[in-house]
């Protein structure tokens, strides 16, 4: 009976092999885009030795801004096992708005500042109403709807014309620095740090990551699902406005054409930064990390004198390399 019951006790206990699978497996999830990170530094300060000089980091920074600010909002509908393909054109409609405000009509840098986060606010309510009130079967649907809508309202206001000559409260966020570090950078830090509270420290946070995790439990659970994904999207719209005050600083213009593409990097940084497209997973921190991986490959393949469409074909093999990892992650886990 006493070897019987040892032999039990025996098979009860993990193997030691499965234990150090399993923690190098935690490791790689929580670390592993930060690790990949600082590779890619490692990597591209030895190609090129201009890489670590205090001016290009600061330009890394500075370049990284426009993208991390809209991740923070993508973060958001991804959690939801949702997507924001709107982003780009929000951002156009909401600086062409405050072009229109502060530059064609001369009105207060101020009005111009909330017209263009207002409106980027309100683009994204109206990306919840139509998934919400219309019940389509994805917010791939509407926003895609949105996207061209958004976009060709820029145009049309403008006569696919760029608007120039915004005034320094204007440019201020995209062109100023605090000591040697960019303030779109700090706004960045600032906008990570609220974040990461609202997520991990409100009941609304909780609620997102719950409705990515199973909507239909989220919803017998009690949660407004509905009111929820409504400020979802309605936050993301205001984060790519946000991001359109730094590229109008950077720019010193607001162009209707604005914004092309910006929603692929946005994706791109939340899935590498370790989010699932199947929702309910993903951190601040990480999303920051996968903005900072785009922004210093970039960077390091124009040192490198890397052409702009090999480039174009290089981030867009890593977005499928982050996405395959997603999907491995996700098998692995139902294991």
């Known amino acids: 009976m006493e070897q019987r019951s040892s032999s039990i006790e025996m098979g009860t206990k993990t193997h030691p092999a499965v234990n150090t699978r399993g923690n190098r497996k935690a490791i790689v999830n929580k670390f592993g885009a930060l690790l990949g990170l600082v590779g890619l530094c490692l990597i591209l ?4 030795p201009s890489f670590l000089k205090e001016d290009n980091l600061m330009n890394i920074a500075r370049q990284s801004s426009i993208n991390a600010l809209l991740s923070l909002g993508m973060l958001l509908p991804i959690l939801t096992a949702g997507i924001d393909l709107s982003v780009g054109s929000v951002l156009a409609f909401a600086i062409i708005s405050a072009g229109m405000v502060t530059v064609t009509w001369g009105m207060s840098p101020v009005l111009g500042i909330f017209v263009c986060l207002g409106v980027g606010a309100l683009a994204g309510w109206l990306n919840g109403i139509l998934l919400t009130k219309l019940r389509l079967p994805h917010p791939f649907i509407s926003t ?5 809508i958004y976009r060709g309202l820029a145009l049309i206001i403008t006569g696919a014309s760029p608007i ?3 005034s320094y409260t204007m440019n201020f966020v995209g062109q100023e620095n605090v ?6 950078f700090i706004l960045v830090i600032i906008a990570c740090i609220f974040f990461h509270i609202f997520l991990t420290r409100t009941s609304t946070g909780k609620y997102i990551y719950a409705i990515g995790g199973n909507k239909e439990a989220a919803r017998l659970s009690g949660i407004p699902v509905d009111r929820m994904l409504i400020l979802v999207y309605t936050i ?5 406005s946000l991001g359109g005050l730094v590229l109008i600083g950077r720019t010193n213009s607001a162009s209707p054409i604005a914004g092309l593409s910006y929603e692929l990097d946005a994706i791109a940084a939340v899935i590498i930064g370790g989010a699932s497209f199947f929702g309910g997973v993903g951190t601040v921190w990480g999303t920051l990390i996968g903005a900072m991986i785009i922004a210093v490959l970039r960077n390091g393949l124009n040192l490198l004198g890397t052409s702009s469409d090999l480039q174009t ?7 499928i390399a982050a996405v395959y990892v997603d999907v491995l992650r996700r098998k692995s886990s139902k294991k």
């Not at 993301?236 to 790519?240: E, R, V, Y």
């Open 144 to 148: 895609l709807g949105t996207m061209n």
């Open 179 to 184: 000591g040697i570090i960019p303030v779109s």
């Open 236 to 240: 993301s719209g205001f984060m790519a």
């Open 164 to 166: 120039f000559g915004f």
């Open 45 to 48: 300060s030895i190609l090129t």
């Open 313 to 319: 074909i290089i981030i867009g093999l890593v977005i």
